[in-house]
């Protein structure tokens, strides 16, 4: 087998829930990227959720249910991806003890 094959069928598949992991701490930090988005961009139409939910008390009369539920709407997403990705990172805790 040449090493394509080897990595195809050997290392990526051990490597999936390292990955998975990876993948749902990388969506996690740019879904909730504050700073950054505040910083360069230059419309309010180019803000992320949570830059908007910031400034949602700023820009209407301080009303805390709707933070609320714009914090509540921004969890969704990040459950569905974990929802998706679970299984694999349980995989991960499961095969790390076998040693």
Same mark, same amino acid.
């Given at each position: 087998?040449?090493? %394509?094959?080897?990595?195809? @069928?050997?290392?990526?598949?051990?490597? &999936?829930? =390292? #990955?998975?992991?990876?993948? $749902?701490? *990388?969506?996690?930090?740019?879904?909730?990227?504050?700073l950054w988005?505040?910083? %360069?961009?230059?419309?309010? @139409?180019?803000?992320?959720?949570?830059? &908007?939910? =910031? #400034?949602?008390?700023?820009? $209407?009369? *301080?009303?805390?249910?709707?933070q609320?539920?714009g914090a509540?709407?921004?969890?969704v997403?990040?459950l569905?991806?974990?929802?998706?990705?679970q299984?694999?990172?349980v995989?991960?805790?499961?095969?790390?003890?076998?040693?």
């Amino acid at each position: 087998a040449g090493e %394509l094959k080897i990595f195809v @069928r050997i290392i990526l598949p051990l490597c &999936g829930p =390292a #990955l998975a992991t990876l993948g $749902i701490l *990388t969506f996690l930090g740019s879904w909730n990227s504050f700073l950054w988005p505040l910083i %360069l961009a230059s419309d309010e @139409r180019n803000y992320t959720l949570s830059v &908007g939910v =910031a #400034l949602l008390n700023q820009q $209407i009369a *301080t009303n805390p249910a709707l933070q609320m539920a714009g914090a509540a709407v921004m969890v969704v997403p990040i459950l569905v991806v974990f929802i998706v990705f679970q299984r694999y990172v349980v995989q991960g805790f499961a095969l790390s003890g076998l040693k």
